[in-house]
């Protein structure tokens, strides 16, 4: 019987009863971030053993076709309501839509959302890379979006969730700040690196519209309905020690005519609500370094004197 890997060691086990509060920005109870995911999907794509990019046998012009929707249609009617209602993306930004649709990436920029890297393309995997290999993807996410939008990223969802076991040490290395790669928590905290300070930002499986629609056949309704309950759970709870709530999008999903409805009735619910702090993922992520992990930090190190 082949023995267990060993845990990897990458956060502390922390109770939720046991934990100090966290106090947002106006003495809001829950953070919203809302998390466009703008991708580019190569219709044939090198092909990665370990994965195939494509259900179907290439051409799937099927499923390029409905993704393409995102570029084409998708993201204005997305990114119109979102701004409407005051919402500010939080991209997680395929980083050769840069070069590829040059449009979707300037309106997003023009409307004050924050980018963050989500690889290259989402038809390229991490899944046999080698270090080198990696390194260039993190170096190409850094200098494209800030030669394209003059950010310079913070964060990291890795391209179709997929990593190596190095991947939060290189991020932490190349100097960013958080990762949405673990999906464990309600509430941001460290993530063990070798070197520099990485935060693991809550990013939700449960109510991403490609879980929602994909995986539990949702109606439109019935996953607006899932988010205003993740809302009000999370902005309840949040009032003993402040929560996230994270709403993962992609809008060839969330932008069909059919769906952007009901979604712009959760965006006008949350946006009503006063214990709501609608945020970007960097700024949760600046806020919590400064105010949250730093104090706690050095308090641990006071102690160990």
Known sequence: MRENAPDPGLYDFRRWPDRAPIRWPGDKKVAVWVSPNLEFYEIDPPANPHRKSWAKPHPDVVGYGHRDYANRVGHWRMADVMTKHGFPGS??????????????????????WEFFSHGIYNTRYSYGMDEAQERAIIEDSIKTVRDATGQTIKGWLAP????????????AEYGLSYTCDLYHDDQPGEVHVKSG?????????????????????????EYADALIRQFERLAAEGEDGGTVMCIPLH???????????????????????????????????DHYLANVAAPAKATAEEGAV
């Open 197 to 221: 300070r990485l935060l693991s930002m809550p990013y939700s499986l449960e109510v991403n519209d490609h879980y929602g629609f994909f995986v539990y056949n949702m109606s439109p309704r």
């Open 91 to 112: 991209v997680s930004l395929s980083v050769a839509l840069c070069q590829h649709v040059p449009e979707v990436v300037a309106d997003a920029n023009e409307r004050g």
């Open 251 to 285: 809008s060839y999903l969330i932008g069909q005519p059919h769906r952007i409805g009901a979604f712009e009735e959760v965006l006008r619910h949350i946006a009503a609500d006063d214990r709501a702090w609608i945020t970007r993922s960097g700024d949760i992520a």
């Open 160 to 171: 179709a969730l997929t990593h190596t076991p190095r991947t939060m040490d290189l991020i």
